[in-house]
């Protein structure tokens, strides 16, 4: 084992499993407790069953994330240290302020990516698992299809590259990222004018349910995953919906019972139901204040 293999693994297990791991946990029982007590969206499904199968599709991409995905972005920063190649090496800033630059970057190269993933029908197979969900909370964070996971090892290692972010800035945001999706993904139901403040810089639970819509037009907006300027800069933004009209899930894939953790891990490799017109008898021509 050469020198840098080992900086490379002391560097995760320092910042990533001994600070963003308990983190993560800290934060997933504080989102788990919150959404509980103050539940933004009415459940449609039995919340047990659901956490089972949001965990056991979850382990073979965790698994991917921390000994595949980490390991390749971390070498690229060091990569990159040293043939000087990347933004970060073009001027010559603070260390604070390239962090920042190479966070932005990295964050709009999620942007792009989650929007790949809904347009092109290849991503979108693997991207599909995730919105099946008819529920939208925490555990849904976690419900991730394996083969998404290495699709985004090439276009966020590119990105990474590009970036020039250093390995500590890296290891960082992926923390920054997994904290994010845990909390856009809860259905904690913030103060109203404190959640609409937050949501000027950063994506919340209102924001990203809407994502979650079975209306295409709306699923086809919110695709920011830390800062929600992205969707704001690009027009993909809309907040136009109250939450207790928002139906989650693919009209498509709309039964329950069908959507077993077997079928879930097959999904992808199976041939791709078209997304259905959704029809519902909800009236939404009403006067209520919306988001
Ligand atoms: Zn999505």
Redesign the pocket.
């Known amino acids: 084992m050469g020198r840098g293999q080992k900086t490379k693994k002391a560097m995760i297990r320092s910042v990533f499993d001994f600070i963003g791991v308990p983190v993560l946990l800290l934060l997933f029982i504080l989102f788990f407790i919150a959404e509980s007590k103050y539940q933004l969206r009415k459940r449609v499904q039995a919340r047990f069953k659901r956490i089972v199968i949001n965990f056991i599709v979850s382990i073979p991409a965790f698994t991917l994330l921390r000994f595949l995905f980490l390991p390749i972005m971390v070498w690229l920063a060091f990569k990159n240290e040293t043939i000087q190649f990347g933004a970060n090496y073009i001027y010559s800033l603070t260390l604070w302020m390239e962090g920042l630059i190479a966070f932005l970057i990295l964050d709009y190269g999620n942007y792009l990516w ?1 929007i790949l ?2 347009k092109l029908p290849f991503l979108w197979r693997f ?1 599909l698992v ?2 099946t969900d008819h529920d939208l909370d925490i555990t849904t964070a976690f419900r991730f299809h394996f083969g998404e996971l290495i699709g985004s090892v090439f276009f966020r290692g590119a990105i990474t590259f590009l970036s020039g972010a250093s390995p500590v800035t890296v290891l960082i945001y992926e923390i920054f990222f997994e904290a994010a999706t845990q909390f856009h993904h809860s259905n904690w139901k913030l103060p109203f004018t404190f959640e609409k403040m937050l949501n000027k810089l950063i994506v919340t639970p209102r924001m990203h349910g809407i ?1 979650h819509s079975v209306i295409r037009a709306e699923t086809d907006s919110n695709f920011s995953v830390i800062f929600s300027f992205w969707d704001r800069i690009h027009k993909t933004i809309n907040l136009n919906k109250r939450q207790q009209q928002v139906v989650i899930g693919v009209p498509s894939y709309d039964d329950q019972k069908e959507l077993t953790i077997g079928f879930l891990l097959k999904l992808p490799f199976t041939s791709i139901r078209p997304w259905k017109k959704y029809t519902s008898d909800i009236n939404t021509n009403d006067n209520e204040l919306k988001y």
């Open positions: 989650h993933n809904h991207h995730h919105h994502h």
